[in-house]
C-alpha cells in the first residue's frame, strides 16, 4: 500500500507551516540572546562586524520603529529607516522582516544557507547547489561575505521585497515569495502578525 502523494505533500507543507510558526515565535521570546556566527575575518579588523554594529546602532529614544521590537533588531534603526525609505516600504514592516528572519543576528547563517539580517540566499555557499530550470537559483545574488555587512544585506532584502511587491501588488504575496519554498503563507502571515501586533 503506497501514500497518497497529495496527502504526503499536504502533510509536509503542514508540518513545514507549524516549523516556520514555531521559529517566528521561538524568535520573538529569545530575540537578541542566542550566539551569533562571525566569521574570524568578519569579527575584527577595520570595517569589522562589530565596527558596523556600532556604527548602525542608534539610541532607542531616537529611533521611531514601535517600542515592542526587541533591541535585537531596534539596533539596525538607522539602516532599517534608510532602506525601508529607498525602496517606499513602512520601516516597521522591514523591522517585522528582521525579527522573524534573523531576530537581529547580523551574521548569522541559516541551516538552508540564507545570510544575515533579511536572511538573503547568497549565490555561493549552500546556495550554489540549489538548481532551477535555467541553471542556479542565485547565480546573480551577492556573496556571504557581502551578505554579512549589515548595511549591504538589509539594503538588498528591501530591495528584494520591494520588487516583489511591486510584481505581486499584494503583500502577503510579495511575503509569500520572500520566504522560504514550500511553507505556503505560513511565513507571510507570520511576518503580517509580528508587523499589526509590533506597531
Same mark, same amino acid.
Given at each position: 500500500m503506497t501514500a497518497d502523494p497529495r496527502l504526503v505533500a499536504f502533510?509536509?507543507?503542514?508540518? =513545514? $507551516?507549524?516549523c516556520m510558526l514555531l521559529t517566528g515565535l521561538c524568535l520573538l521570546l529569545t530575540a537578541g540572546t542566542g550566539p551569533v556566527a562571525v566569521?574570524?575575518?568578519a569579527a575584527s579588523g577595520p570595517g569589522s562586524l562589530a565596527e558596523l554594529r556600532q556604527a548602525a546602532s542608534s539610541p532607542a529614544e531616537d529611533c521611531p520603529l514601535a517600542l515592542a521590537y526587541p533591541e535585537s533588531v531596534r539596533r539596525?534603526?538607522?539602516?532599517?529607516?534608510? $532602506?525601508a525609505a529607498a525602496?517606499? =516600504? +513602512? +520601516?516597521?514592516l522591514i523591522a517585522a522582516v528582521i525579527l522573524q528572519e534573523s531576530g537581529?543576528?547580523? $551574521?548569522?547563517?541559516?541551516?538552508?544557507?540564507?545570510?544575515g539580517l533579511m536572511q538573503v540566499m547568497p549565490r555561493d555557499g549552500l546556495a550554489a547547489e540549489f538548481q532551477c530550470p535555467n541553471g542556479p537559483c542565485f547565480a546573480s545574488?551577492?556573496?556571504?561575505?557581502?551578505?554579512?555587512?549589515?548595511?549591504?544585506?538589509?539594503?538588498?532584502?528591501?530591495? =528584494?521585497?520591494?520588487?516583489?511587491?511591486?510584481?505581486?501588488?499584494? =503583500?502577503?504575496?510579495?511575503?509569500?515569495?520572500?520566504?522560504p519554498l514550500d511553507v505556503e503563507f505560513a511565513y507571510a502571515d507570520a511576518v503580517l502578525a509580528i508587523y499589526e501586533n509590533y506597531r
Amino acid at each position: 500500500m503506497t501514500a497518497d502523494p497529495r496527502l504526503v505533500a499536504f502533510v509536509v507543507r503542514a508540518a =513545514l $507551516a507549524v516549523c516556520m510558526l514555531l521559529t517566528g515565535l521561538c524568535l520573538l521570546l529569545t530575540a537578541g540572546t542566542g550566539p551569533v556566527a562571525v566569521s574570524a575575518e568578519a569579527a575584527s579588523g577595520p570595517g569589522s562586524l562589530a565596527e558596523l554594529r556600532q556604527a548602525a546602532s542608534s539610541p532607542a529614544e531616537d529611533c521611531p520603529l514601535a517600542l515592542a521590537y526587541p533591541e535585537s533588531v531596534r539596533r539596525w534603526c538607522t539602516l532599517i529607516l534608510e $532602506a525601508a525609505a529607498a525602496h517606499d =516600504l +513602512p +520601516p516597521d514592516l522591514i523591522a517585522a522582516v528582521i525579527l522573524q528572519e534573523s531576530g537581529g543576528q547580523a $551574521a548569522i547563517i541559516s541551516p538552508s544557507g540564507a545570510v544575515g539580517l533579511m536572511q538573503v540566499m547568497p549565490r555561493d555557499g549552500l546556495a550554489a547547489e540549489f538548481q532551477c530550470p535555467n541553471g542556479p537559483c542565485f547565480a546573480s545574488r551577492p556573496t556571504i561575505l557581502e551578505l554579512q555587512d549589515p548595511a549591504y544585506n538589509l539594503e538588498y532584502g528591501t530591495r =528584494l521585497l520591494a520588487g516583489l511587491l511591486q510584481r505581486r501588488g499584494d =503583500l502577503r504575496l510579495a511575503l509569500k515569495a520572500y520566504g522560504p519554498l514550500d511553507v505556503e503563507f505560513a511565513y507571510a502571515d507570520a511576518v503580517l502578525a509580528i508587523y499589526e501586533n509590533y506597531r
